[in-house]
């Protein structure tokens, strides 16, 4: 970004001191708005493929979390005969000395939200809403 905005400076002063010595005001005005809106879709190209990969992090870190969190599970059930009642049963010691297998805010996605964790029988799901913060849509991430 430091790059950009040198870049951009460069072209204003360029634009406002008439580089080139020839050209006529109205010239260098509009050669000077060029440059302004090039430089700015340049920016807004950069911020929006930045944004996709922040997206695309934040869904591998919450994909990485949700494996961290069937581990802990794992881990609860073998310790204790029985699965987690829930997620927070993770954060919380099995005896009076124990620590939990898992830090209070383990149980938060990337966006913020927390993890939905269902049992059903000897099976469960660990679910995130995804980017949209909505559960049971087409972006969310499970087990």
């Given at each position: 970004?430091k ?12 634009a ?6 020839e050209s ?88 913020g ?25 087409e ?5």
């Amino acid at each position: 970004m430091k790059r950009i905005f040198a870049l951009f400076c460069l072209v204003a002063v360029g634009a406002s001191i008439g580089c080139d010595g020839e050209s006529s005001s109205a010239d260098k005005d509009a050669q000077f708005k060029e440059d302004v809106h090039t430089i700015a879709d340049f920016i807004r190209a950069n911020e929006e493929r930045s944004d996709e990969m922040a997206s695309q992090a934040r869904v591998e870190t919450t994909g990485k979390a949700i494996e961290a969190l069937d581990q802990a599970v794992l881990i609860y059930q073998i310790k204790v005969g029985r699965l987690p009642m829930s997620l927070r049963d993770l954060t919380k010691g099995i005896n009076d000395d124990d620590e939990g297998l898992l830090k209070s805010n383990d149980v938060i996605d990337a966006w913020g939200n927390p993890f939905e964790y269902k049992v059903d029988g000897k099976k469960y799901t660990i679910r995130s809403a995804g980017p949209d913060g909505q559960m049971n849509t087409e972006d969310d991430i499970t087990n």
